[in-house]
T-cell receptor, first 110, second 114 residues
Framework: SQQGEEDPQALSIQEGENATMNCSYK?????LQWYRQNSGRGLVHLIL?????REKHSGRLRVTLDTSKKSSSLLITASRAADTASYFC??????????FGEGTQLTVNP | ETGVTQSPTHLIKTRGQQVTLRCSSQ?????VSWYQQALGQGPQFIFQ???????GRGNFPPRFSGLQFPNYSSELNVNALELDDSALYLC?????????????FGPGTRLTVL
């Protein structure tokens, strides 16, 4: 079963706008990771945030983590058409297996 | 590119048949994990192999089995295929023991069961 839930399930925005996706999870974690997937292909690792971190940046990406609420958000600023993809959060607990959410389908319109 | 390769890219089988999927891990990695991704859903963990032994398993029946070879490449075998086994199968390689244990994914094998 999936641990995480992401919302929205689908998001459609215009180029240049910001996109925010949210992820909730159920159990304690060591870290939380965000991945991108283009058209049912392989997963591309975007960013990792550890359980003792609250915010992390990487280029146009900003991730926040609130362990008290068991939630995370991914912000993509100044979006581009090439950002169109599915985005997944995945948690890592005591083992090294990744537990994925259902994903958010982002469409960036030119 | 992650350096993780999978073969074949696509595969069509019929119910009851058996299938073997292959994964070559990134150079220097000693751990391979397999995931099943049904259409429109997130990937689900099948199992993980570390130093040629199963090192954790998800909620999948025994007809899903695997192997890891001395060069750390891996196979996923599925017996008695069912229609619901149709999915994208992803493998990910990693290096056990380092902090965060980041996993690098291959492009996947698309399995269709008719």
């Amino acid at each position: 079963s999936q641990q995480g839930e992401e919302d929205p399930q689908a998001l459609s925005i215009q180029e240049g706008e910001n996109a925010t996706m949210n992820c909730s999870y159920k159990t304690s974690i060591n870290n939380l990771q965000w991945y991108r997937q283009n058209s049912g292909r392989g997963l591309v690792h975007l960013i990792l945030i550890r359980s003792n971190e609250r915010e992390k940046h990487s280029g146009r990406l900003r991730v926040t983590l609130d362990t008290s609420k068991k939630s995370s958000s991914l912000l993509i600023t100044a979006s581009r058409a090439a950002d169109t993809a599915s985005y997944f959060c995945a948690t890592v607990g005591s083992g090294s297996r990744l537990t994925f959410g259902e994903g958010t389908q982002l469409t960036v319109n030119p | 590119e992650t350096g993780v390769t999978q073969s074949p890219t696509h595969l069509i089988k019929t119910r009851g048949q058996q299938v073997t999927l292959r994964c070559s891990s990134q150079s220097g990695h000693n751990t391979v994990s397999w995931y099943q991704q049904a259409l429109g859903q997130g990937p689900q963990f099948i199992f993980q192999y570390y130093r040629e032994e199963e090192n954790g398993r998800g909620n999948f029946p025994p007809r899903f089995s695997g192997l890891q070879f001395p060069n750390y490449s891996s196979e996923l075998n599925v017996n008695a295929l069912e229609l619901d086994d149709s999915a994208l199968y992803l493998c990910a390689s990693s290096l056990q023991g380092i902090r965060d244990n980041e996993q690098f994914f291959g492009p996947g094998t698309r399995l269709t069961v008719l």
